[in-house]
């Protein structure tokens, strides 16, 4: 299992209450083939750095997970087939360990 951390964009006609919610659904991917969530984090609504899909503003979320590549994968083209969320990006974040 390989650490991913998954940042999401919520269009900002959305709930707040209703993200986490709906990112747990999506989860459910992750935790079916074996990997575990660590934490959902919703930062709330923020103003974007440009105009997406004539929006000025988003709701961010921020998902770290354990997961293998082939589910990392599937999870993000499910959410891109999502019309409320305007962006997603999956990272796997660099060791914060000295050698």
Do not use: C
């Not at 988003?58 to 499910?78: C, D, G, K, M």
Request: charged residues 35%; negative net charge.
């Amino acid at each position: 299992m390989r650490h991913y951390e998954l940042m999401v964009l919520v269009d900002p006609e959305v709930d707040e209450r209703t993200v986490e919610p709906t990112l747990g659904k999506y989860m459910e991917i992750v935790k079916k083939d074996g990997g575990s969530v660590d934490e959902i984090d919703v930062w709330g609504r923020r103003r974007l750095a440009y105009e997406i899909r004539k929006k000025h503003e988003a709701i961010y979320a921020v998902v770290n997970f354990h997961s293998t590549p082939e589910s990392s994968h599937e999870l993000e083209r499910l959410l891109r087939l999502n019309e409320t969320i305007m962006r997603t990006k999956i990272i796997r974040p660099e060791d914060q360990h000295i050698a």
